[in-house]
């Protein structure tokens, strides 16, 4: 039984890395897209942020007040040309050139009296600050939110006193990147994509193909089991469909230095190796369900055309398991999402990703996916058996 | 005579879809291809199931050769039944039809050592089989030839041989010189008698009266899927040519409907 599902699996892999095309679509192709679009969109992003910063900003303040005084000198002003004067209509209007680079900024002429009055409730007219910026133009808009928090920090220290005693005192006690949060929201869904796009490459075509062009049946008239038939394709694809998921992998591993600037250092990867190893366990798992599942609709269709017609709203479903991690805040905890195929690769990832491993349930999600693709061999065997299935067309 | 193969009461039918039923003017939903057909075939010798299109000659084989189950019946091949042992049928079967195509992407040489080892053929076997049976068909000049860019002959004749790479006791052929150029049909039959002088047990099916004359031993009729007539050549003939004696049998099957 072994030696004929290796013949099978042999057979399979000369199929593929026999054909120069096929190895460029499959595996080459993807992690070459990736890597150019990512890294060409990188170094885009890149520039503009380096143009934004390189421009001198001139920040003119009407009425400064002494409470602003040290956040404007001291935090504000190394990122700018700061100038206290006023400034009128005109000047607004001349903010509309793109090129003009500067941020009006008007306090109330006695904004700290303003303050203290709204703090001591005498009133309950909170203190007007006018900002006024071309939003056209990159660097003055960056500049803008930076100085608008700045000051709503200020503000805030202010409006906070009034229940003081109330409010808890806040800490922050993430140890985590920011990083940790963003990969896993987006990269389970990205893998996830990047599997079943390499399944998609080469299943349609190594089963639905072989009906079409009636080589399955010289395969069935050899004393194989079927199962042995269905074990071999499904190993095969799924090996074929890693290797396009792993290049896809190492394409985004490349660019994402072109991504993310050095300085962002807290976007970066500081995963562990346990983390690693679940990470393989889950993609490898997912694989051989996502190939178990194509391979099935491959058998059920009658063509590689009418598998492609049956195998996309298939994807869909997947695509919106991979959509769950971006409106949920972490991995699900409970046991029962392990054990749905895809959805359980999704929100087993998304945990690792957000250095949230957790073992039992990387075991939970191994399990189910063997077992669902036992019973997809099974599956696959009888449509093998069924005459029905394999002859009619 | 040992009996090789023995079918009982085999039985299949299918269920016509719409455009089936419009194409063939009928309400009815199910046909009967194969109605409880029995024969037998004894080592040794050529038996060519004759037959208008459409009597239910390549049911019968494909139910020989496992392809699609009975739905009522059985049949024992070298001690083996279609409908409960069908590895160990496939594994003592040869099958032609021109329904089993060869992937092209492949070349001869690899796909004969890639059926012999589903066949669980010995790798030395593999090796001397292939030898004699490349030289024999002329497929040894195309050996690392894609099956994509031989000629229709060849392909025909690499079929042959891959359909036989396990040396097989019965081989089963669906009208094996359908589409073939005269040479190359010459080449098959010869090689059938051949493999009937080796003890082989052939079992033919066909519509061309010359070729059951010139090969088969026994003949077996079949109209409308039933065997109306089964014996040796000269009791099917009983003294007169063979395409007489069909029409003579087919207009009275058929005479009673008309």
């Not at chain 2, 063979?242 to 009275?252: A, P, S, T, V």
């Amino acid at each position: 039984m072994k030696s004929n599902i290796w013949t099978i699996i042999k057979k399979e892999f000369a199929r593929f890395f026999g054909d120069r095309q096929l190895i460029f679509t499959a595996v080459i192709m993807p992690g070459l897209l990736i890597y150019l679009i990512y890294s060409l969109m990188g170094t885009g992003i890149n520039n503009m942020i380096a143009d934004s910063e390189n421009q001198q900003i001139t920040l003119r303040v009407e009425n400064m007040p002494e409470s602003m005084n040290e956040l404007m000198t001291s935090y504000i002003c190394p990122f700018c040309k700061l100038e206290t004067a006023s400034f009128t209509q005109d000047d607004i209007d001349k903010l509309d050139s793109k090129d003009v680079n500067t941020l009006l900024v008007r306090f109330p002429a006695d904004f700290d009296q303003q303050v203290e009055d709204y703090n001591s409730f005498e009133t309950e007219e909170v203190p007007n600050i006018e900002v006024y910026y071309n939003s056209a133009n990159m660097a003055v808009s960056a500049f803008k939110q930076k100085v608008c928090s700045d000051i709503m920090e200020y503000n805030r220290g202010y409006t906070i006193n009034r229940v003081d005693e109330e409010n808890p005192t806040q800490y922050d006690v993430a140890d985590e990147s920011i990083g940790a949060m963003i990969w896993s929201k987006i990269l389970p869904m990205l893998i996830l994509m990047m599997l079943f796009s390499g399944v998609m490459a080469i299943a349609p075509s190594a089963i639905a193909g072989e009906k079409e062009r009636g080589t399955i049946a010289t395969l069935l008239v050899t004393p194989m089991k079927r199962n042995e038939l269905a074990i071999g394709k499904i190993v095969s694809l799924s090996c074929i469909a890693l290797l396009s998921g792993i290049s896809s992998f190492i394409g985004i591993a490349l660019s994402l230095p072109n991504m993310i600037s050095a300085e962002d250092a807290n976007l970066g990867f500081d995963y562990t190796f346990n983390d690693y190893i679940a990470l393989m366990f889950i993609i490898f798992s997912s694989v051989l369900i996502m190939a178990s599942a194509v391979s099935l609709l491959s058998a059920l269709a009658k063509d590689v055309k009418n598998a492609g017609t049956m195998i996309t709203p298939f994807m869909l479903v997947v695509m919106l398991c991979g959509l769950v991690p971006l409106m949920q805040d972490g991995a699900s905890e409970s046991v029962t999402s392990y054990f749905i195929p895809f959805y359980n690769s999704i929100q087993a990832m998304t945990a690792v990703f957000a250095h949230d491993l957790n073992w039992g349930f990387v075991a939970v999600t191994l399990g189910a996916n063997i077992i669902f693709a036992g019973i997809a061999v099974w599956g696959l065997t009888k449509m093998f058996n069924s005459e029905k299935i394999m002859f009619n067309k | 005579m040992e009996e090789i193969l023995h079918a009982e009461g085999l039985c299949k039918t299918f269920t016509l879809s719409r455009k089936q039923q419009k194409i063939e003017r009928t309400t009815v939903k199910r046909k009967t291809a194969v109605d409880h057909l029995t024969f037998s075939a004894y080592r040794g010798e050529i038996f060519g199931l004759l037959g208008p299109n459409g009597a239910g000659k390549t049911t019968t084989l494909r139910m020989l050769s496992t392809l699609i189950r009975p739905d009522e019946g059985d049949a024992i091949l070298d001690g083996c039944s279609v409908v409960n042992q069908p590895e160990e049928v496939r594994g003592k079967i040869g099958f032609l039809t021109s329904e089993l195509k060869l992937e092209d992407f492949f070349t001869p040489n690899y796909l004969f050592d890639f059926f012999s080892r589903l066949h669980g053929v010995e790798e030395a076997v593999i090796r001397k089989r292939k030898e004699r049976m490349f030289s024999r068909f002329g497929i040894d000049r195309f050996a690392e030839v894609k099956v994509a860019n031989l000629s229709t002959g060849m392909k025909q004749k690499l079929s042959l041989v891959i359909s036989l790479v396990h040396d097989p006791e019965i081989i089963i052929f669906d009208e094996p010189t359908n589409g073939l150029d005269v040479l190359t049909a010459r080449t098959v039959t010869d090689y059938l008698q051949e493999l009937r002088g080796d003890g082989k047990t052939i079992i033919l099916s066909t519509h061309i009266f010359s070729l059951v004359e010139r090969l088969c031993d026994r003949v077996g009729i079949i109209i409308d899927g039933h065997m109306t007539v089964c014996g040796t050549l000269s009791e099917v003939c009983d003294g007169i040519p063979l395409e007489d004696r069909f029409f003579n049998i087919y207009k009275e099957v058929k005479g009673g409907e008309e």
